[in-house]
């Protein structure tokens, strides 16, 4: 690589040190992620289209080579193709400039699991929703149990992983099976030197939505 090759670009330089970007598509993604824009990040064009949320008739998915998201097999391993498959489609029609894009939204799916695992505020923003219309209706959040918990005296929080978002308890509230079985799966494929990652973190395809982009 020549010296005078500059190792990042002025967008990603931008990004890692929180200074404002400006600019074309991935410069304007770039500006939302650096000012914890992360909804407007995760509902633009370009995650729409990796994702395919905007996914509602099987002819879209037809010419894809990627289990389709109408049957009900769709489990959560078929995700990983599915949006590998989208990816490739997006980055055909948009170009290779596309990737730098794809990369943001990526970061975007780190940060709002940040956000929710540790440091909130929770986005508002169920992860399932960014998926096609048929994983997103069956995925979706539908907490059983909407009132606070109720902590016990001299109880850490932390230990608890207690978690709310506009009135809803992620830990200690019954999740729909469907869900409950879809982050169950997420924990168990995101394993690592078989060690899995922890059963009751909430949202976790938010992380494995990253993992697949970064």
């Known amino acids: 690589m020549s010296q005078d090759t500059p190792l990042l670009s002025q967008t990603e330089r931008s990004v ?11 410069a304007s993604l770039a500006a939302l992620l650096v000012q914890g824009s992360y909804e407007e990040v995760l509902r633009s064009g ?9 996914i509602d008739d ?47 939204v990526g970061a975007c799916c780190l940060h709002a699991f940040v956000e929710t695992n540790w ?14 219309k048929p994983l997103a209706a069956r995925w979706q959040e539908s907490f059983i149990t909407v009132a606070p918990l109720e902590l016990p ?17 992620y830990l200690g509230a019954e999740q729909s099976e469907q869900r409950a079985r879809l ?13 899995e990652a922890y059963g009751l973190t909430p949202r976790p395809l938010y992380l494995y939505l990253a993992r697949l982009l970064l």
């Open 58 to 104: 099987g002819a879209a998915v037809d010419g894809l080579d990627a289990p389709s998201p109408f049957g009900p097999e769709f489990a959560a391993a078929d995700i990983r193709p599915l949006v590998a498959a989208l990816v490739r489609h997006h980055v055909k029609e948009a170009g290779p400039a596309a990737w730098a894009s794809i990369t943001l």
């Open 46 to 54: 370009t995650a729409k289209a990796v994702f395919g949320t905007d």
């Open 119 to 132: 440091t909130g505020p929770d986005l508002r923003v169920d992860p399932a929703s960014l998926l096609p």
């Open 16 to 26: 890692l040190l929180g200074q404002s970007v400006a600019g074309a598509d991935d």
């Open 153 to 169: 005296e001299g109880a850490d929080k932390h230990e608890i992983g207690r978690r709310e978002q506009m009135g809803r308890v």
């Open 183 to 195: 982050d169950r799966e997420l924990v168990k494929l995101m394993e690592a030197d078989g060690e």
